[in-house]
């Protein structure tokens, strides 16, 4: 291990994973297949229902398309090298590739908070200020948005990742962890980390706690509407639309704060692997089931897609 104790700038690191087992790794590869499998099928798919069907050339369709590009993105950046790590025996990844794993995954992490957001505000603008929601909402706005969305990702992982990679990693290069997560990896730095945990906490606190205040006054409007609606049929219709957003909202905030906003000492590398599975690789292959399963339009488009296919 002197060898390995005395790299300042590793050229490699090796991830940890999950197991040793060679029977659970078959078992976890199998899984992890599935779900990687499931989830491309299932957000493409919305994607191309959403380009399909004019019915759903709506901004709050427009924003879903793109959560489900991201959820795309999210699950590309780490299963396919988790896949593979199953299978080989040295689980290796290059210096340059856990960068740019932690860089993709920080900007699809932050993007996804601001599209949440955005989401929100369509949903506050169509049910409290339905007559004002085609002049706001317009095609414009919506791009810039969502522009908004992507600049506010990729400025916040370039702090995240430089705020990590630029310390030299004397320590190990084993990474506890199944990809290249921040905090595992500045568990293997030499250098007291205290200001960079400080500066990466700060970055992703803002990001999330920002955006889980704009989404709570959003919905808080939303739902006082809601209960002076004399309409039951309004009434329904409107936390139909707002219910998947709601579960999607509660499943990726609960998981992502409960990983990076607690106390340093409270942190267990092990649970947090749990954890991100649950946010990084399950919720992107349930966020098609969440927003399809109950939602009317979707349904009707996924109806008339079967039409065309089986007329044809």
């Known amino acids: 291990n002197m060898v390995e104790d005395n790299y300042t700038f590793p050229s490699e690191f090796i991830l940890l994973g999950f197991t040793n087992r ?153 990474i506890n962890h199944f990809f290249c997560d921040g905090l595992p990896l500045l568990a293997l730095s030499c250098s007291d980390t205290h200001v960079n945990e400080a500066i990466v906490s700060a970055v992703v606190g803002f990001n999330m706690l920002s955006t889980m205040v704009f989404i709570l006054v959003s919905y808080s409007s939303v739902l006082s509407t809601v209960l002076r609606m004399r309409s039951a049929a309004g009434c329904h219709k409107a936390f139909s639309t707002c219910a998947p957003h709601l579960v999607s909202i509660a499943l990726y905030y609960g998981s992502s704060l409960f990983m990076y906003l607690r106390p340093g000492s409270r942190h267990s590398l092990e649970r947090d692997k749990v954890v991100s599975v649950l946010y990084s690789i399950a919720l992107p292959m349930l966020n098609p089931l969440i927003y399809s399963l109950r939602n009317t339009d979707m349904k009707n488009a996924m109806r008339k897609a079967k039409g065309r296919v089986f007329s044809s």
Request: net charge positive.
């Open 22 to 174: 060679e029977d659970l790794q078959v078992t976890c590869f199998v899984l992890f297949l599935a779900i990687y499998v499931v989830t491309l099928i299932g957000n493409l798919g919305v994607i191309i229902l959403i380009r399909i069907d004019s019915c759903l050339h709506t901004p709050m369709y427009f924003f879903l398309s793109h959560l489900s590009l991201l959820d795309v993105c999210y699950s590309s950046t780490i299963i396919p090298q988790t896949l593979l790590n199953f299978l080989v025996e040295k689980k290796v990844i290059s210096f340059v590739r856990c960068a740019t794993q932690l860089f993709s995954f920080a900007t699809c992490a932050t993007t996804e908070c601001y599209m949440l957001a955005a989401m929100a505000y369509d949903r506050y603008m169509a049910i409290c200020n339905p007559l004002l929601y085609s002049v706001v909402m317009s095609q414009r706005f919506c791009v810039g948005m969502l522009a908004g969305a992507y600049l506010a990702g990729v400025i916040s992982s370039i702090i995240h990742t430089v705020s990590i990679f630029h310390f030299p990693f004397c320590r190990s290069k084993r």
